[in-house]
């Protein structure tokens, strides 16, 4: 299986602040990342596709990044609705393999 | 408005069965694939299984390879999770999810808790 590898884990950051969170895969996945914003209680959000490819609806200040096994999300001015914790997924090989999550907390 | 709902959670001993179910609205069912993905307690995201528009075609992690199995109703815009043989580990919050390879609608989740 491909493994996802998310850094940090945690992140601590003000309101205001540009965050990026780095996800690196086993193997070379192409632009065949995600990236989703979970809260407790509620359904995930997929925020990015294909590394780079805004969903609908979707703040501009989120953009993601990255080809083959390096990959970044990058927020570039943190709201408070931002809080939540961020994972990536890769989806050229099966099975489809999440990271372990980074939970972005304010400082 | 795409709602996706799933229901059908609670507690399992060791070695029983559950019966997930996930209804939709809101988009038409019968033109996606959709999924199941769970996220166990303090751990990260885990996808389980995929069904194609058809329900003809399923693919399952080897986690669940032969103790649960997805189906859909297109008819009644269902998707269904059939959970044997269920272990302490696969105690975990269950999303069903649409989409094929990553996933762009979620529910919130029903909670599968097994335990003796």
């Known amino acids: 299986d491909i493994q996802m590898t998310q850094s940090p884990s945690t992140l601590s950051a003000s309101v205001g602040d540009r965050v990026s969170i780095t996800c690196r895969a086993s193997q070379n996945t192409r632009s065949w990342l995600a990236w989703y914003q979970v809260k407790p209680g509620k359904a995930p959000k997929l925020l990015i596709s294909k590394a780079s490819d805004l969903e609908g609806g979707v703040p501009s200040r989120f953009s993601g990044s990255g080809f083959g096994t390096e990959f970044t999300l990058t927020i570039s001015s943190l709201q408070p609705d931002d809080f939540a914790t961020y994972y990536c997924q890769q989806y050229h090989y099966y099975p489809w393999t999440f990271g372990q999550g980074t939970t972005v907390e304010i400082k | 408005e795409v709602q996706l709902v799933e229901s059908g959670g609670g507690l399992a001993q060791p070695g029983g069965s559950l019966r997930l179910s996930c209804a939709a609205s809101?988009?038409?069912?019968?033109?996606?694939?959709m999924n199941w993905v769970r996220q166990s307690p303090g751990q990260g995201l885990e996808w389980l299984s995929n069904?194609?528009?058809?329900?003809?075609?399923?693919l399952y992690a080897d986690s669940v390879e032969g103790r649960f199995t997805i189906s859909r109703d297109n008819a009644k815009n269902s998707l269904f999770l059939h959970m044997n043989s269920l272990k302490p580990e696969d105690t975990a919050i269950y999303y069903c999810?649409?989409?094929?390879?990553?996933?762009?609608?979620w529910g919130q989740g029903t909670l599968v808790s097994v335990s003796s």
């Open positions: 999810a649409g989409g094929h390879g990553y996933f762009h609608m």
């Open positions: 809101g988009f038409t069912f019968s033109e996606h694939e």
């Open positions: 069904i194609s528009i058809s329900g003809t075609n399923a």
